[in-house]
């Protein structure tokens, strides 16, 4: 199983250094993209879409929490590189698999990178759960639990299966980005919707699906549903 990961790291010989250890002690990892900066960081993640991101903190004048606000919801494991050791409870937050302080050994890393392992295979090959920016910090679901995700007015509010709703200041364009991977499908310019939980889609009256909820929700013109199994 092959782990694509992308390194943010501000320091070149830090970068060549973790590059080089990956590729002698964790062979199932490919490094696909490396940035010295976090706006670089931001543009590789959404364009490569890694599954793992090694994040140092430190960037010059962007904090890596900084970069990971741009990119919410997270929709890759990460794992923390830094000099400093005062940043436990904002990796916590952010669901980070593991948090190694610099300078740290081949066998540290290799640590981590079995912590990332043993939770992908967990999970199917992708994260089990998802940091929701919320006005105070992050709500971390499953992905199983939201049934669907509508936007308005800047924010958007994730509806969960058990009837729950999570209110978060983030744009639903930013958020489909990273759900879209996940059977995750947007219908409408006002929802995305986890498409496990679609019971049915009718093209009467402008088109609409029924979520598993009871809930009938619009789709937008031109709208087909993706297939699941083709009969």
Known sequence: MKIKAVIVEDEENGL???KNKLKKYCPQVEVIGTCLTAEEGIKTIRDLKPDLVFLDIQLGPVNGFDLLTELEPIGFHLIITTN???????????NAVDYLKKPF????????????IKRQSS??????????????????????EILYVSGANQR???????????????????????????????????FVVNIQYVESYSRTDGGYVIMSNGKRLPVAKGFNPPTIISI
């Open 16 to 18: 060549i250094n973790l």
């Open 84 to 94: 400093h050791s005062d940043y436990g409870v904002e990796a916590v937050k952010a």
């Open 105 to 116: 050994t081949h066998t540290e890393l290799v640590e981590s990178v079995q912590k990332v």
């Open 123 to 144: 999970l199917g090959d992708k994260p089990n759960r998802l940091a929701i920016p919320v006005s105070d910090g992050y709500r971390l679901v499953s992905l199983e």
């Open 156 to 190: 958007a509010v994730f509806t969960l299966f058990n009837g729950e709703e999570i209110d978060s200041p983030r744009l639903l364009g930013k958020i489909t980005t990273a759900l879209e991977k996940f059977e995750f499908h947007r219908i409408h310019r006002s």
